[in-house]
């Protein structure tokens, strides 16, 4: 967790992007929107101009040099997500590993966590399993719940669930975690909303594999990992593999 927050005009602008997302899903869940840096073909271009909002705060170089402090200086940006648990029907991330379920070879990520609402335990924060990102992969099983918004849920009993820090955030502060990191959220039963935006990046060495299919990793939305965007933010190409071509459009 970083000492500084997002610079105020950084977090307002941020702000601005949510609420105007939140319009334009309308009555649709906004418990787990992916890539709101891109626009949404199903919307028929009413998200363009958020859609560039939320993509300056992914390229942001605040946030690219604490990312490049972790990753190194070739970084690509390859996905983004809010987790907006409305009040008290919040649903519940359940204990995970991210990698399992990403095209990424070799496996390598950090994720930027930002608050945009106060999150703390009492209306569902982040909770992480300190350590785990060194104890390799565990073992997961695909769920058929349907309050959940991942369905990839680690069942692994090596995992001490006893010994889960909550990530508690002011608004405007963020987390960053490795792509390995035991992690979850509960549902969020309090009368506050928990809204957060996540940024992830891996280094430009890996390659995003478009020939790998990882499942299905989410309950809620289609993924859809193979068509999607990638973007060289800093630095240079290391992996020729990769492909900043595919799924680009002109906006």
């Not at 418990?31 to 840096?37: A, I």
């Not at 060194?134 to 090596?158: A, I, P, Q, W, Y």
């Amino acid at each position: 967790i970083p000492e500084q927050a997002l610079p105020e005009e950084t977090f307002s602008t941020l702000e601005k992007a949510l609420q105007t997302r939140l319009e334009v899903l309308g009555d649709k869940p906004p418990d787990f929107v992916p890539r709101p840096h891109t626009p949404d073909p199903t919307l028929n271009g009413e998200d363009i101009e958020n859609a560039r909002a939320f993509f300056a705060m992914a390229t942001d170089p605040f946030i690219l040099d604490r990312v490049e402090q972790i990753i190194g200086g070739d970084i690509v940006l390859w996905a983004s997500a809010l987790f907006c648990k409305p009040a008290a029907t919040g649903l519940e991330v359940p204990w995970h590993q991210d990698g399992q379920s990403w095209p990424i070879q070799p496996r390598a990520n950090v994720t930027v966590w930002i608050a945009i609402d106060d999150v703390d335990r009492e209306n569902a924060c982040l909770r992480v399993i300190p350590g785990s990102h060194r104890m390799g992969e565990f073992e997961h099983e695909k769920s058929e719940r349907e309050d959940l918004v991942l369905n990839n849920v680690l069942t692994d009993s090596r995992i001490d669930l006893d010994t889960a820090v909550d990530l508690e955030l002011k608004a405007g502060k963020f987390s960053m975690h490795d792509v390995d990191l035991v992690h979850g959220s509960q549902k969020n039963t309090s009368g506050r909303r928990r809204a957060g935006y996540a940024l992830r990046y891996m280094p430009a060495s890996s390659a995003y594999d478009r020939n790998i299919d990882p499942g299905q990793g989410s309950a809620t939305v289609p993924l859809e990992f193979a068509k999607r965007p990638i973007w060289l933010v800093r630095g240079v190409n290391r992996n020729p593999a990769n492909d900043f071509e595919i799924g680009h459009t002109h906006w």
